[in-house]
């Protein structure tokens, strides 16, 4: 039954990257949403309060526009002329706007306070949520995605998405109450005049609209060209020493010219489109202003519709601060547009599926009563596989040894193309099994699937009997020690790197894994031992050092099964003795599976297995192997076989 | 360094004198509208006069026109001035770049060297039409606006002039305290996406070790220290906009209640008051502008700092007065040759190497890492100077060598090598442009290139992507040799350049090199004792000395770190490669 429910698991639709609800710049209001849903998660009072203090803000700012035209017709006119002129009147008025301003500064400081903490909150739990959810995505995804990519995200994707909820999102709002509120202080005015205003708008509109397509053509061509010629530097940069060997450096400078050139032409038709917007919406703000003016001039002096000097001067400066919003939200445009894309990436990658495990063998801490292998609560230094059998309702335990099979396995990273075809293997526990082949014949790939980073298409991987597929992912992972040709390690002590693989170590069982792994000798030479501090990926180490660190991680989390893939050449020979010791030491009496670049390690193997193209060509100890006189005779000799039979 | 980088800008100086010219020519009429505006008010709608409104109105939109001209006059101009400046950086730099020496690239690197030339400039080209738009604009139109509200009225404007001073100093402050707080949160930022770059190259050994919990609890830590540290900087930033705000209102309170006082004792006119209202408007915009503009200037000098580093850097190796444009013969000797990489900070690399190699000879270079087997090499193509003694090729020293000369000669192939994207016709042409197909056919059958080539779908014409991604390392060591051989050069220096490369093959280009090219040096280093035992004499170093210069035959009986590698690799033990990469 257990069988079955994996089977559906596998079914196609389960595949990343397939089916996952994918946004769509298209649509960009979903996406807009998606990100107004994360912002209104934990911040909806926030939000709620921020939109009362824009409106306040805003209410303030036209109540100051109001004020002219109150003060010049209320106050100041009628006591023009008089002798002993009354300000009281005046000073009341006064009084109430410093009230409104007041309250309008208030609005904008709290405003901008809490925009702080949406702003960042948000972004803040976006990042830690993009990050998990990466950290729970199949090795696939890591191995179909450049790295630049997935790095861009949190650099440049977030960051256009921080400047949008920070800076656009307050200024939309704060626009579009703007917008409202004048319009209708506008129409309250006079609505001849507003037509007329809103005529001016379309037309600013339109003059946009057509210039941004312009300079959009244009901005197109820039992208492009600085994509390649930053393309060309980096090029040349990296083989900048080969240019000088070659003396290739005149023709060199002539590419460079050539796409210099290019770049410039575009660049300064991007720019000069860009930049003849604003004086061009300016200027057009203007001329409104004017007809405005005159049209205005008219209805005031004939006095119809009791429309007065005064009112006249406030519609004019309504006029002016009408087209300012207008003006700003066509400018956040392009940002806000590109933050959606940002979005799309980031909300890309979340959706990808993650690791699915439908284990339920775990891994247990094991001691033997009366002769029965029962779970323990306490560290005994001996596992075992906890199996719960559904059909029967028992639970057995069985003693984890390291014992590996490949049953008629077939496997291929995507359905189309099998990269492993018919892979049958045996590795008893203690058992060193090498594996050898050309690049590509698929070695690398076998021990992709043993901790399932891939999941195999046919056949059947079992661990101590049990199929894999059952067993817990984390728990199939902690019994298997991986050592690879890459190292990575990680920012933070040499001490810290090595407890990567028990994380409750101590300084003693640290001492002991560097110890086994021959990695004592160097850490004790380092200026502060144990606690020297790695940064960049062990950039202060040598090679060879950071491949001691990585057996020493791999030794101390003990595993009885281990995944090795020897380093090729480079290393000097002293060190890669080294090196070469500290493997030997950590191979003792576990399984192994490694793929061998050294004479010896294959020599010593109890097992070869010749890989080519994805199949199993030959198999056997080193002498059976040279015996066959076939292709390890020919990869070991470097003879083909036909010149020795020749 | 201003001056340094204007120096650029040649052909660029027009329109970088008429970009500020304009912007003037705009702010003067953006003065002028406020004015007009004023006077519609007051003349033409107070004083009910009609014609006037139309009048002036009329002249409002010339001033417009006027204003648009310059503004669009800057704009174009502006773009000009700017961009041309960064093609000018770029190509000063590169064509600098081009004349470095191997020590030149050294001191930089060459991803130091891209950002100087792609981030460094565009952050340049940007400040640059920002100056050039902005910093005129800005200060004048402030000036003008100040001398105006002065004009209308002395007593009103210098409300102005202390609210503008008061703001300078609280802009100032504040922008000092948010960039030391800026600071601070953008290196815990970088670290931050640093550790997530280290999660996403090393998720192999996350996830074998399950160790996705731990990562996501670290990552959370640091998330929300970032989180705290940009709020603390943030929230000083969000004092700017209440505090302008503010000391608008105040300024428009003010000048109200003092206005209203004027006007009503007949000092001040009402269109003049709303003039005044205006460029307060102005005013404190531009003090904003400035700020900005600061900010920018600041941003771009370590920019421009790094920019001229480049241009200046001047090249460590120069073509001798009378060079020598002949090289007579293939052989090479080293006269107590002392090398350091940097002569002040270490102790030579190689020490007093006395070496004496005869033309057609084949020599291997075995050692350690670390044991200055390239450098010795590239010393002889003169890629570095050496500190003291004389390396000489053909009986000459190689500072009297035409560079060129000597370097189509002494043909390196390098440790590190890259293929460039274009065809392999194109990228073994560099060798020599005027090659025929049959030449570059037999240098790549000399390297045993030609088998794997014929094999691809487009042979020859196979396009090679950048770095030469698309061919495994040991095709692109064939094609990197067969580049080399095709200069005919008469000494030949292999640095390590068939590691990648089978055992068979390795032997295979070693049997050619003998029977086809036999008059020409040929320098083999290797890790692999089998590439070099074939080799006429060998030449053992250690620690920048060389410790041993003999036959084969003779070394394993002589010397100890020879006898040590040989049997490490195929003796007794028998570690030698297993070498996989057919």
């Known amino acids: 039954m257990a069988e079955e429910k994996i089977k559906e698991v596998r079914g196609p639709g389960q595949r990343p990257g397939r089916g996952a609800p994918r946004p769509d710049i298209e649509n960009p209001g979903a996406l807009f949403k998606r990100i107004m849903g994360y912002v209104l998660k934990d911040y909806t009072l926030h939000l709620v309060i921020v939109i009362a203090c824009i409106i306040l803000t805003v209410v303030a700012s036209v109540q100051g526009t109001l004020f002219t035209k109150t003060l010049i017709d209320s106050y100041i006119t009628p006591l023009i002329g008089q002798a002993n002129p009354d300000y009281g009147p005046l000073a009341n008025a006064i009084g109430r706007v410093v009230m409104f301003y007041a309250l309008g500064v208030v609005a904008s400081f709290i405003q901008a306070r809490l925009m702080i903490f949406v702003g960042q909150g948000t972004l803040r739990n976006l990042r830690i949520e993009l990050f998990e959810h990466m950290e729970s995505l199949p090795i696939k995804y890591f191995d179909t995605h450049a790295h630049g990519d997935i790095m861009s995200i949190y650099t440049n994707d977030i960051d256009t998405l921080r400047q949008m909820i920070s800076m656009s999102l307050p200024q939309l709002l704060n626009s579009a109450i703007t917008i409202v509120s004048v319009f209708v202080s506008m129409l309250v005015l006079s609505i001849p005049l507003t037509i007329v205003t809103i005529a001016m708008v379309g037309v600013t509109l339109f003059v946009t609209a057509k210039t941004t397509k312009v300079s959009g053509k244009n901005f197109v061509d820039q992208q492009r060209n600085i994509g390649t010629l930053n393309g060309y530097i980096e090029e040349i940069m990296t083989g900048q020493k080969v240019v000088k060997v070659f003396c290739h450096e005149d023709e060199v400078i002539n590419k460079f010219d050539e796409l210099n050139e290019e770049l ?175 690049t590509g014949a698929g070695k690398t790939t076998i021990t992709n699937l043993i901790n399932r980073f891939y999941d195999i298409q046919d056949g059947k991987i079992r661990y101590d009997n049990i199929n894999i597929n059952k067993i817990k992912k984390a728990d199939l992972r902690k019994s298997l020690g991986m050592v690879l040709q890459d190292t990575h390690l990680f920012t933070g002590t040499v001490a810290d790197n090595i407890r990567y693989g028990k994380l409750d170590a101590t300084d003693e069982e640290v001492k002991a894994a560097a110890k086994l792994a021959n990695a004592h000798g160097f850490i004790k030479r380092l200026p502060e031992g144990y606690n020297t501090m790695l940064t960049g990926d062990g950039a202060n180490l040598s090679q060879g050092q950071r491949q001691l660190l990585a057996i020493a991680r791999a030794a101390i989390a003990n595993p009885p099964v281990l995944i090795l893939d020897e380093a090729t050449s480079s290393i000097d020979t002293r060190t890669e003795k080294i090196v070469q010791d500290g493997m030997d030491k950590l191979m003792h009496g576990r399984t192994t599976f490694v793929i061998a670049h050294r004479l010896s390690t294959v020599k010593n193997s109890d097992c070869i297995v010749v890989l080519e193209q994805g199949r199993i060509v030959e198999m056997g100890t080193h002498e059976e192997l040279l015996e066959l006189k076939q292709r390890y005779y020919q990869l070991y000799t470097g003879n083909k076989p036909d010149m020795v039979s020749a | ?220 830590t640091a998330a929300l220290n970032i989180y705290e540290m940009f709020v603390r900087a943030e929230k000083i930033v969000t004092l700017n906009g209440p505090v302008m705000t503010g000391t608008v209102y105040i300024c428009i309170i003010l000048i109200s209640w003092i ?44 920019s421009a700092k790094r920019i001229i580093e480049v241009i200046d850097e001047k090249t460590s190796i120069d073509n001798p007065e009378k060079p020598i444009t002949e090289v007579k013969d293939g052989s090479i000797a080293f006269e107590h ?246």
């Open chain 2, 1 to 220: 360094m201003v001056k340094k980088i204007l120096g650029e800008l040649h052909e660029f100086k027009l329109p970088s004198i008429l970009t500020p010219v304009c912007m003037i020519g705009e702010v003067i009429a953006e003065m002028i509208i406020p004015i007009l505006m004023g006077r519609i008010v007051d003349l033409g709608i107070s004083g009910a006069d009609m014609n006037y409104i139309i009048r002036t109105g009329l002249m409002m939109i010339v001033v417009a026109l006027f204003g648009l001209a310059a503004g669009v006059g800057g704009a174009v101009f502006g773009s000009k001035a700017s961009t041309g400046l960064a093609r000018n950086l770029r190509k000063r730099m590169f064509d600098n770049i081009q004349t470095f020496s191997f020590s030149n690239i050294d001191k930089f690197s060459s991803a130091g060297l891209v950002t100087r030339l792609t981030t460094d400039v565009t952050n340049i080209q940007n400040s640059y039409q920002m100056i050039l738009r902005m910093a005129m604009r800005a200060p004048a139109s402030m000036i003008i606006a100040m001398v105006m509200s002065f004009i209308i009225s002395p007593r009103l404007a210098s409300i102005y002039l202390i609210a503008v001073l008061c703001l300078a100093v609280i802009i100032v402050i504040m922008l000092n305290k948010a960039t030391r707080y800026f600071k601070e949160v953008f290196e815990k930022y970088d670290k931050l996406n640093e550790s997530v770059q280290e999660n996403v190259s090393a998720i192999r050994v996350v996830k074998a070790y399950v160790r996705e919990e731990y990562e996501k609890s670290k990552f959370r």
């Open chain 1, 264 to 438: 410039y032409q575009s660049a300064y038709k991007a720019n000069a489109f860009a930049n003849i917007l604003m004086p061009i919406v300016a200027q057009i703000g203007n001329l409104s202003y004017v007809i405005c003016a005159i049209i205005g001039g008219a209805i005031a002096l004939n006095q119809y519709l009791g429309f007065t000097v005064g009112g006249l001067a406030s519609f004019l400066t309504f006029n002016k601060s009408f087209s300012m919003p207008i003006n700003q939200v066509s400018m956040q445009f392009n940002s806000i547009i590109m933050a959606l894309a940002g979005a799309e990436r980031i909300f890309k990658l979340i959706d990808e599926k993650p690791e699915t495990d439908d284990g339920y063998v775990m891994l247990v801490n094991a001691k033997e009563e009366n002769g029965q292998i029962v779970e323990s609560e306490e560290f005994t230094g001996h596992w075992a596989w906890k199996h719960y059998h559904k059909a029967e309702g028992t639970t057995t335990y069985q003693p984890m040894e390291g014992d590996v099979t490949f049953n008629d396995v077939d496997f291929g990273y995507t359905d189309e193309k099998m990269v492993l075809h018919n892979i049958l293997l045996h590795a008893k526990p203690g058992q060193k099994v090498a594996l050898v082949g050309s």
């Open chain 2, 337 to 582: 040759v002392n090398f350091s990489y940097n002569v002040e900070s270490e102790e030579p690399v190689l020490k007093d190497v006395n070496l004496e190699i005869k033309s057609g000879e084949t020599i291997g270079i075995i050692g350690g890492t670390g044991s200055s087997k390239s450098t010795l090499v590239n010393l002889i193509s003169r890629l570095y100077d050496v500190n003291e003694g004389r390396v000489l090729v053909g009986g000459v020293d190689v500072k009297k060598y035409d560079m060129e000369t000597l370097r189509n000669q002494v043909s390196v192939v390098l440790q590190k090598n890259v293929l460039f994207s274009g065809t392999i016709y194109e990228n073994i042409r560099w060798g020599d442009k005027n090659a025929t197909d049959e030449e570059v056919r037999k240098a790549c059958c000399l390297a045993c290139a030609d088998e794997f080539i014929e094999k691809m779908p487009n042979g020859y014409d196979t396009f090679i992507e950048q770095g030469g991604a698309n061919v495994s390392g040991g095709q692109r060591q064939r094609l990197c040799i067969a580049r080399a051989l095709l200069k005919k050069p008469k000494v030949l220096i292999l640095d390590d350049s068939t590691s990648a490369v089978d055992t068979a093959t390795d032997a295979k280009i070693r049997k050619a090199f003998a029977e086809e090219i036999p008059n020409t040096t040929k320098l083999i280093i290797a890790q692999r004792i089998s590439s070099i035992q074939g080799c006429d004499r060998i030449i053992v170093m250690d620690d920048g000395r060389i410790d041993g210069f003999d036959t084969h035959e003779n070394l394993l009986e002589n010397n100890t770190i020879y006898r040590e590698v040989y049997d490490s690799q195929v003796g007794s033990s028998g570690d030698a490669d297993f070498d996989e990469k057919v």
């Open chain 2, 259 to 302: 206005g209203a006082h004027m006007i009503v004792s007949g000092e001040l006119t009402t269109g003049a008051m709303m003039s005044l209202l205006t460029y307060c408007m102005n005013i404190l915009m531009s003090l904003m502008m400035l700020s900005m503009i600061f900010v920018m200037i600041t941003m771009s000098q370590a």
